[in-house]
Every structure is written in structure tokens, then in C-alpha cells.
């Protein structure tokens, strides 16, 4: 317990805040782009400082322990390359005229909220908190998909406030279930609201409560990962808003909402006598990933194509964590690593390469390789990459969580198997019309930074070649944390 | 005396159930906002109920909120809207008025069976709220998925809140921060809304969501 680190917690939270006021004021694109990118980079730094320290003892609000140091330093660090892309992508769209620059100060602003939001819901060891916490980094998003106001934007952003509204409404009402269930134990006030004290107590909670409550919460923050069926805002909110959003509603935010699922399902499996959490979520979770698996196939718009990619790869961490034990959630955190940062990676390069083909169309884009040799090969291994092909890092937490399915039952193993696979055909299938074969579309010369897109795929083909022992220490003992 | 306290409470929350039946057969937008401004009246004296009987005098704070902003301000804007925009004073329901209504009462009979079973532990007080409000909720869900105007999905999003601020007043003794969240959210909500109705009539000179149907991405 030390005064720096309660200084880390502080900056990560304030960090964002700060910069969100001064970006709301600040006139001009160069300068605002720049302190996007020095804020993000401080706030990873600071994220980074809480991973090597102690943690403190948790107060009735926020709390640090090992597993949401792993969300925070992910969240915090492509944050940061996300805004390095998107200084070069909104110079574009600037350009073009996409954007005013009194939306672009608005875009600033609004980045650096959502970063502060999805801190919050992080750290939170409060659930009425988190539940804020993640409706503010929705409405924020919102407010970014619809940002370029055309008929599909406006629409793909009026769907995912209403889904999202409905999502967090069910959240919430989980979450008074959870304090009803908790206050007969603990009594009325703050206290049975905080997780720590929560979980520590759950054991004589009664259980039929608890039971309706997760129901409720695992909808309702289910909407937000995106779990079929109630997965419907996604693609529209993925393809229409800027493609910075995109890398960060797909990498991030995704993962937030996953996190609190998980937080409940911890409380859940302190609870012996409640309903075991597990089935349910495998079940959403296989649903999700066959049901987008065969999605992938009638695609046309690249963005869309990626948005129900993502659906897939929650479906399969949904799955890893629902079956649970520490080599399923070490294969769950594992993936949700590597999607992370895969994912992102490919919305850069698909942010450059709808840029520089005036197009979203799949079928206006072709021979990639051939007029754009840095964002064609990007794009490649990172669809490589997405599919799960050796020796990148997905392949290893794909092959973790068949392997460890297959030891326990193997049927469900042979479901798993089947979406990923016939997803693998279906991702293969669209490179090779995009990135190979007949140039078309649009081939003017790109001024993209290919920093932030290398530097994700670098990590995850690292990844896959070699695993720091130290890193499997961690994700080890977080998986025993999460039961 | 107790009894009669909870008596009232029940009446009140019941109520709020009953005004959530009016809305779901509402066919004029106005009517709707009328009978939406009867619901967040009920929600104001169910929750001053709720803070007298309870000595939680924060929870009159929730109340002033439901009154002055959820049945005064958030109509008259909305009519407002409404005027300004020229939309169209009917509301298209999907399916009829007659299956709506019973799959109210289903809904309801849902939220009885499900909640009165699970919350055997809790105060009698806070059971029958926790029913009643989760009746609510639903109700504003289905409000939500049978109309096609974007104005009357944004009641239906309303009332449904208003559904969950009963249920955490029901709740004994939950931390005000809460409250005032969901009050804050549907100011949020409010404030979001406005922006886009506004956005969509730059746009559509209409504001029925069917309309913007049309613009799927995937047909581009």
C-alpha cells in the first residue's frame, strides 16, 4: 500500500478526463491529434506503472487486483495505437470533407470520455458504478457512430442506442436484483454494493435471487459483447461510424462489457448453491460463433465483414470462460489478448484501405497486394492471423480452448470445431478477392502511419512463437482467481 | 398500520402497471405523451410514498425529479418536437391492438410468477415492487418493439426507466448514487435523443423509424 500507487489509479482515471476538457476547447487538427496521442500514451504509461506495483487495499469504489490490471494495461495500450492511427485517418477524412473540424473537436473530446468511461467500469468495485460507467461509454459511442451523419450512419446509430438502451436497462435492474439479494446479508447502504464485499459473502445470499439476477446481467451486458441473439447493433455500428471506432468498439469495448460478465460470474460461483453460470454462457457463446461463422459468407462490406468476425471470436472467449477451470480461462483471457489486438490491427488496415478505394464494397476492392504492398501484406497476416492459422497468436488460444473442450466433452468440442472452421473458409474465401488477383478500385499513393498495424501484428506473431514465462505466471494465477 | 402502508405502496406501484397498459394502445402521439406524463406522475407519488414510509428522505429528491422533469419538462419538449417536425400525429403500432394487450398481460403474469417465486427472502415491501417494476420494464420493452415511430419508442424507453427507478426504490436503503444515476441517465438519454431527431430531420423530413429502415447498409 503505497501513495504512488493510489497516484497510478488516480492518473488513469484523470489522464483521460483532463484531456477530454482541454480537447473540447482546442481549436485546430494538428495540435488536438497530438494531445489525443500524448494523452493515450500517458494513460498507458500510468496503466502500465499499476501492473508492476503492489495493489492497494480496495476502497468502497474502485479496486486494482491481478485480473483487471490485464484489462486495464490491454484497454490503456491500444488506446494508444488506436489514436496514433487515428490522427492519420481523420487528416484524411478532414480532406475529403467527412468531417468539419468543429465535429473533429468533438471526436477528440468524445475519444478521450470513452477511454475515461471504460477506465472507470474497469476499476469499479462498486456494480451501481460499473453499470454507470458502461452507460456513459455507450452513450458516448453512440454519439461517435453517427458522427458522419448520412442515412446509414444515423440508422446504425439510432439501432445501437436502442439495443444498447435496452441492454443496460436489463443490466441494471440484474444489478438491483444483486443488492436485493445482498442486503438482508450485509444491510442496507453502500456496502452491498461492493464487489469485494460482495463476493465475500455471497455464500449465504439466497440463491433463486441471485439466480434471476445473473439472468438479467448476463443479458443485459451480453448485449454489449455482442452475443447473439441480441448481437443486432453491432455490424451497423461497426461499419458506419469512423474506423477508429470501430478498432476500439471491437478491441475494447467488447472486452469491457465481457469483464463485468465475468465479475458476476465470479459472484456467482461464490455462491454454492446458485445456479451454475457456466452452461449458460457456453451456450451463447457456441450459438454466437456458428451463427456468425455462417454470417461471414453473404458479407459484402468489408467493415461488416470484420464486425461479425468479431461476434465469432466473442462467441468463442464466451465459450472459453463458460466452461471454466483454470486452463479454459487461461486459453479465454489468452484469446481475448490476441483478439484484442489482431482485431484492431485489421480496422486500421481496413480504415486505410476503404480510404484509398473510396469504397466499403468487397467486391470494389481487389489485387491489394498489387497497389498497396504494405496494407494488401498487413491485411493479410492479419486475416491470417484472425482465422487462426499457425504459428500467429490465435491459433495457440484457439487450439488451448479446442484442446481443453475436447478433454471434457467432446461434443461440444465438435460444434466448436465445426463454426470455426467453416468461419476459417469464409475469411480465406474474401481475402484472396481482396488481397489477390485483378487490381480494383481506387490505387492513389497512401500517407498512412503503418505503426500502429505492424506494431499489433509484431505483438501476436510474437505471441505465437514464444509466450514470456512471466506473462504465463500471471495469466495462470488469474485464471485460479476467476474459478 | 403497517398493513396499510403497504397497502398504499402496492396501490400506487400497481398503478404505475395500469398506466403502463394505457400506453401500449395509444394511437395519437399526443394522447401517448399525455398518458406518458399520468406515468411519471405515478412514479413521483410511488417513490414520495416510498421515501415516507421508508424515512429516506433522499428518496423525495427522486421524486422531484420524476415530477418536475419526467412528467413536465420531458412532455412539453417532446410536443414540442413534435409540432416543430410536423410528424405525423398517429402512431403506427406493428400488430394489432388486441394481441398487444394480451401479450401485456402475459408479460405480466411472467413477471408475477418470476419474481413473488425468487424473492421469498426479501421484505414483503420490496417483493411486490420488484414484481410490479419488473412488469414495468417489460411492458416498456414491448412498447418499444411494436411501434415504429421514433417518438413513441423514446416513451417506451422512458417508461421502461421508470420501471427500474421503482424497482430501486423498492430495494431498502439503496445508496442514492444510484438514483440519481438513472435520473441522470435519462437526461443523457433525453439530451442524446434531441440531437438525433433533429440529425434524422435534416435528413428524412420524417422521423418514422421504418423510414430509415429503408437505408440498410448491406443494400448499398
Known amino acids: 500500500m503505497s501513495v504512488g500507487h493510489f497516484d497510478a489509479l488516480a492518473a488513469v482515471l484523470l489522464i483521460p478526463l483532463g484531456a477530454a476538457a482541454l480537447l473540447a476547447i482546442l481549436p485546430g487538427y494538428w495540435l488536438a491529434a497530438r494531445l489525443n496521442v500524448a494523452a493515450t500514451f500517458l494513460s498507458f504509461v500510468a496503466a502500465l506503472s499499476l501492473l508492476f506495483r503492489a495493489h492497494g487495499a480496495p476502497s468502497d469504489y474502485l479496486l486494482v487486483d491481478d485480473l483487471n490490471v490485464v484489462f486495464i494495461a490491454l484497454n490503456t495500450f491500444v488506446g494508444f495505437t488506436t489514436s496514433v492511427f487515428s490522427a492519420s485517418y481523420v487528416a484524411h477524412e478532414l480532406e475529403i470533407g467527412r468531417l468539419t473540424p468543429t465535429y473533429l473537436r468533438f471526436y477528440h473530446a468524445m475519444y478521450q470520455v470513452l477511454m475515461f468511461a471504460m477506465n472507470v467500469a474497469l476499476v469499479a468495485n462498486n456494480i451501481g458504478l460499473m453499470w454507470v460507467a458502461i452507460e456513459i461509454a455507450t452513450l458516448t459511442t453512440v454519439m461517435m457512430v453517427g458522427i458522419y451523419r448520412t442515412h446509414e450512419a444515423l440508422e446504425a446509430a439510432w439501432k445501437y442506442f436502442i439495443l444498447g438502451s435496452v441492454g443496460i436497462a436489463l443490466a441494471l435492474f440484474g444489478t438491483i436484483l444483486v443488492y436485493v439479494a445482498a442486503q438482508p446479508v450485509i444491510g442496507e447502504g453502500l456496502r452491498s454494493m461492493v464487489w469485494t464485499e460482495l463476493v465475500s459473502r455471497a455464500a449465504a445470499f439466497d440463491p433463486a435471487l441471485l439466480n434471476v439476477a445473473f439472468v438479467f446481467l448476463l443479458l443485459g451486458y451480453g448485449t454489449k459483447v455482442g452475443l447473439a441473439p441480441l448481437h443486432a447493433w453491432l455490424p451497423d455500428a461497426h461499419a458506419e461510424g469512423p474506423t477508429p471506432i470501430s478498432a476500439v468498439l471491437s478491441g475494447l469495448l467488447l472486452n469491457v462489457a465481457l469483464y463485468a460478465v465475468l465479475r458476476f460470474k465470479m459472484l456467482m460461483t461464490a455462491d454454492a448453491a446458485a445456479l451454475a453460470p457456466g452452461p449458460l454462457m457456453v451456450t451463447m457463446g457456441l450459438v454466437s460463433l456458428v451463427f456468425a461463422a455462417f454470417m461471414l459468407y453473404r458479407r459484402r462490406d468489408i467493415k461488416r465483414m470484420f464486425a461479425y468476425s468479431s461476434i465469432e471470436h466473442m462467441g468463442i472467449i464466451v465459450f472459453a470462460f463458460g466452461m471454466g477451470g483454470p486452463l479454459a480461462n487461461f486459453a479465454g483471457l489468452l484469446h481475448m489478448t490476441m483478439h484484442s489486438l489482431t482485431k484492431s490491427g485489421i480496422f486500421f488496415a481496413v480504415g486505410h484501405i ?87 478500385g481506387g490505387s492513389a499513393p497512401v500517407t498512412a502511419s503503418y505503426a500502429p498495424l505492424f506494431a499489433h501484428l509484431a505483438l501476436v506473431f510474437a505471441a505465437g512463437i514464444y509466450l514470456p514465462p512471466q506473462l504465463v505466471t500471471w495469466f495462470q494465477h488469474v485464471s485460479r482467481v476467476l474459478g | ?112 410468477v418470476v419474481m413473488l417465486r425468487v424473492t421469498g427472502g426479501a421484505t414483503p415491501i420490496a417483493r411486490e415492487d420488484l414484481a410490479f417494476a419488473l412488469a414495468v420494464v417489460l411492458l416498456g420493452l414491448l412498447i418499444m418493439v411494436t411501434r415504429r415511430n421514433a417518438v413513441s419508442q423514446v416513451v417506451g424507453f422512458m417508461s421502461l426507466e421508470n420501471g427500474l427507478v421503482l424497482a430501486a426504490t423498492g430495494a431498502k436503503g439503496m445508496p442514492l448514487v444510484v438514483e440519481i444515476s438513472v435520473a441522470f441517465s435519462i437526461l443523457i438519454a433525453f439530451i442524446v435523443i434531441g440531437i438525433f431527431l433533429f440529425r434524422i430531420r435534416e435528413r428524412f423530413d420524417t422521423v418514422d423509424v421504418q423510414a430509415l429502415d429503408q437505408f440498410r447498409g448491406e443494400r448499398r
Open chain 1, 354 to 440: 476503404a480510404q484509398v478505394k473510396g469504397t466499403q464494397r468487397i467486391a470494389d476492392i481487389g489485387g491489394l497486394t498489387e497497389t498497396h504492398p504494405w496494407l494488401g501484406w498487413g491485411l493479410v497476416l492479419g486475416v491470417v492471423a484472425i482465422a487462426g492459422l499457425p504459428p500467429l497468436g490465435i491459433f495457440m488460444s484457439e487450439f488451448l480452448v479446442v484442446s481443453s473442450t475436447f478433454a471434457r466433452s467432446p461434443l461440444l468440442a465438435i460444434a466448436l470445431v465445426f463454426g470455426l472452421l467453416v468461419a476459417f473458409g469464409a475469411l480465406l474465401l474474401r481475402l484472396n478477392s481482396i488481397a489477390f488477383g485483378e487490381p480494383r
Open chain 2, 1 to 112: 398500520m403497517d398493513r396499510f402502508f403497504f397497502d398504499i405502496a402496492d396501490l400506487l406501484a400497481g398503478s404505475l402497471v395500469l398506466v403502463s397498459f394505457m400506453l401500449l394502445y395509444q394511437d395519437r402521439l399526443y394522447a401517448l405523451l399525455n398518458v406518458y406524463a399520468l406515468h411519471a406522475v405515478v412514479l413521483a407519488l410511488s417513490v414520495g410514498w416510498q421515501a415516507f414510509i421508508q424515512h429516506a428522505p433522499h428518496l423525495y429528491v427522486t421524486a422531484a425529479i420524476a415530477l418536475g422533469f419526467k412528467a413536465i419538462l420531458i412532455p412539453v419538449a417532446l410536443r414540442r418536437i413534435v409540432e416543430r417536425l410536423g410528424i405525423h400525429r398517429e402512431v403506427e403500432t406493428v400488430g394489432g391492438t388486441g394481441p398487444t394487450m394480451l401479450a401485456g398481460m402475459a408479460l405480466v403474469a411472467l413477471s408475477m
